[in-house]
């Protein structure tokens, strides 16, 4: 039976873990409060693949994966990270932008996209469902824990939800690389580094103890 010093270690853990989730809550609300109401050209561009960001885009024809090949006229050369205004694009509101784009199954589109603000409605159109992904990973985790509390498996299950459910709460945030690190991509990166030994813990200790975590417990601190 566990020491009381020890459970008492183990209510804190649990709680910084629920802490880190409800930082990512709170980074995705911050996020949409920004930026509803700001100008949206109607896309954003990740690496090489280029996604809508409104339900209008989607309707026009515009679905995530395609290959981004010039707007105006203007190609889109190199790869991005959250760029939604590659060279040519206007910003400006009530503007428009011809997106020239290689869709998955290989067909060269056109779109025509006004510059709107971006809405509620939109948010949840885009990245609605992720975020929503992401609270049920964290109710499995932390329910879970709650039910089985303090044993290895609920630990292990409830460290790689935590840690899966706040990736998938800023995932679609777009980030900005090119100048100072802010609280968004410092959190991003943190976390996702979390993300392999949170595997490596659940592949340890769920849904059964491996004997080497049981002969070699200390082995988590590596992790």
Same mark, same amino acid.
């Given at each position: 039976?566990?020491?009381?010093?020890?459970?008492?270690?183990?209510?804190?853990?649990?709680?910084?873990?629920?802490?880190?989730?409800?930082?990512?809550?709170?980074?995705?609300?911050?996020?949409?409060?920004?930026?509803?109401?700001?100008?949206?050209?109607?896309?954003?561009?990740?690496?090489?693949?280029? =996604?809508?960001?409104?339900?209008? =885009? =989607?309707?026009?024809?515009?679905?995530?994966?395609?290959?981004?090949?010039?707007?105006?006229?203007?190609?889109?050369?190199?790869?991005?990270?959250?760029?939604?205004?590659?060279?040519?694009?206007?910003?400006?509101?009530?503007?428009?932008?011809?997106?020239?784009?290689?869709?998955? =199954?290989?067909?060269?589109?056109?779109?025509?996209?006004?510059?709107?603000?971006?809405?509620?409605?939109?948010?949840?159109?885009?990245?609605?469902?992720?975020?929503?992904?992401?609270?049920?990973?964290?109710?499995?985790?932390?329910?879970?824990?709650?039910?089985?509390?303090?044993?290895?498996?609920?630990?292990?299950?409830?460290?790689?939800?935590?840690?899966?459910?706040?990736?998938?709460?800023?995932?679609?945030?777009?980030?900005?690389?090119?100048?100072?690190?802010?609280?968004?991509?410092?959190?991003?990166?943190?976390?996702?580094?979390?993300?392999?030994?949170?595997?490596?813990?659940?592949?340890?200790?769920?849904?059964?103890?491996?004997?080497?975590?049981?002969?070699?417990?200390?082995?988590?601190?590596?992790?």
């Amino acid at each position: 039976m566990a020491s009381p010093d020890s459970r008492f270690r183990q209510r804190i853990i649990f709680g910084l873990l629920c802490l880190v989730f409800v930082t990512g809550v709170a980074i995705n609300i911050g996020d949409k409060l920004v930026r509803v109401g700001q100008p949206d050209v109607g896309w954003t561009i990740e690496l090489a693949s280029v =996604s809508p960001t409104r339900h209008d =885009s =989607s309707d026009a024809g515009l679905r995530g994966g395609g290959r981004p090949l010039s707007v105006n006229g203007v190609p889109i050369e190199g790869m991005y990270y959250g760029v939604r205004h590659p060279p040519g694009t206007e910003t400006e509101p009530g503007a428009s932008n011809t997106l020239r784009f290689e869709a998955p =199954s290989g067909e060269i589109r056109e779109v025509v996209l006004e510059v709107v603000p971006w809405t509620w409605k939109d948010a949840v159109f885009t990245e609605g469902a992720t975020s929503m992904l992401g609270v049920l990973f964290f109710i499995v985790g932390a329910g879970t824990f709650l039910l089985r509390p303090f044993e290895r498996a609920s630990w292990a299950l409830l460290a790689l939800c935590t840690v899966a459910a706040s990736i998938l709460m800023v995932s679609l945030i777009p980030l900005d690389l090119d100048h100072r690190l802010d609280l968004t991509t410092a959190y991003f990166f943190l976390v996702l580094a979390a993300l392999p030994a949170a595997t490596a813990h659940a592949g340890l200790a769920f849904p059964v103890v491996h004997p080497v975590l049981v002969r070699q417990p200390r082995l988590l601190l590596l992790l």
